[in-house]
């Protein structure tokens, strides 16, 4: 199906994609392999657009791994691999991204495909940064641009350039980063507009990060306008939020907030939380699950809180301050104590009195 330009056909992707990922679904399970890694390969631009789906992404990443597999069509794997590969680093597993790129890298080079051997190496470096290991993405990330160059990749040098930039950022060095972000900016203009809107973004935080702060918000605030006529609502909330950094830094609070308002209307309630909760650890093999008996639930704790509770609802009343467990107990004492000393003062008045 023809389409006038690549926005027409990213927003047909969008409205129909779940008829698409439920006919993936259908010729896995009618053994159809050559279509099923086929169609997800076509996906490739849904996927990387909403990075919000990355289970559907991963389940579908590894239905094109079995089909390709089990069909004639072998030399595809390490290209079904790098989409898995990065299906897994947008969930945030970084050491199955990690080593799904490094398998993707093995099986190009035994095929002999340069091409997908480069771009299997430039993949093996985004875990690594995401993971906190700028150095070795660095080390990574400098290989494989010499390897990009002699595959003829188009973009794939420019590419890999902007994610040296952001590992450079990483390591604290934002002039080599901005260095780096602009040269793969004016390569990447004009092959791929997407691409080149998101390196943009990248390069406004390297240059506020340099000590223009203005400039910085100035080119996030262009990225930010580029999107927009991409219809990339993710990127969107991205530049906002970095405003919102920005603009914290600066002292601007009232401009912050409303970067920080635009970002959640467009990213949704969740965008700040960065990664999810780490998996709760596995229990201990020495130590069986039972049931909560009586002597777990009486603790110190417990039976102070519930010893302050009684006396302050039955005996006294608390005067409501926030005391400390010393002071909360002298003040029940003394009010204990008051009416005591205020009768036997009584009593002693009335002796005197007489006498």
Avoid at 167 to 196: G, K
Wanted: hydrophobic content about 40%; glycine content about 6%.
């Amino acid at each position: 199906m023809p389409f006038r330009d690549a926005r027409t056909a990213g927003l047909w992707l969008a409205v129909r994609r779940h008829t698409l990922i439920a006919a993936i679904h259908a010729a896995a399970d009618d053994g159809l392999h050559p279509i099923v890694w086929r169609m997800n390969d076509a996906l490739w631009p849904l996927w990387d657009h909403r990075r919000d789906t990355p289970k559907t992404w991963i389940r579908s990443g590894e239905l094109a791994l079995h089909a390709v597999r089990h069909s004639p069509d072998h030399a595809a794997e390490p290209r079904v691999l790098t989409s898995l590969g990065a299906a897994l680093l947008a969930a945030g597993r970084h050491v199955a991204a990690h080593a799904t790129f490094h398998h993707a890298h093995d099986l190009a080079t035994r095929h002999g495909d340069d091409l997908m051997r480069a771009q299997a190496l430039h993949d093996q470096g985004r875990p690594c940064r995401h993971a906190g290991e700028p150095a070795l993405a660095h080390r990574i990330l400098t290989h494989a641009l010499p390897a990009r160059t002699r595959a003829e990749d188009p973009r794939g040098p420019a590419l890999t350039r902007t994610e040296l930039g952001l590992t450079l950022l990483d390591r604290d060095n934002p002039t080599s980063a901005v260095e780096q972000l602009t040269q793969a900016r004016a390569e990447l203009l004009p092959l791929d507009p997407m691409a080149a809107a998101w390196t943009l973004a990248h390069l406004g935080t390297a240059t506020a990060r340099t000590g223009q702060p203005d400039t910085g918000d100035q080119l996030l605030r262009q990225a930010e306008t580029e999107f927009t006529t991409l219809h990339h609502i993710h990127a969107r909330g991205t530049c906002a939020a970095q405003r919102a950094l920005i603009a914290a830094h600066r002292g601007r609070t009232r401009t912050a907030l409303n970067h920080i308002d635009r970002a959640l209307r467009l990213h949704g309630p969740f965008f700040f939380l960065k990664s999810p909760p780490p998996p709760l650890p596995p229990p201990s093999p020495l130590r069986r699950w039972r049931p909560m008996c009586i002597r777990d639930r009486l603790t110190t704790d417990r039976f102070e809180k519930s010893l302050r509770t009684v006396v302050n609802s039955t005996v006294f009343r608390s005067s409501g301050q926030d005391l400390t467990t010393t002071g909360t107990y002298t003040e029940m004492a003394s009010r204990f104590t008051e009416p005591v000393l205020l009768t036997l003062a009584i009593l002693a008045i009335r002796a005197r009195v007489k006498r």
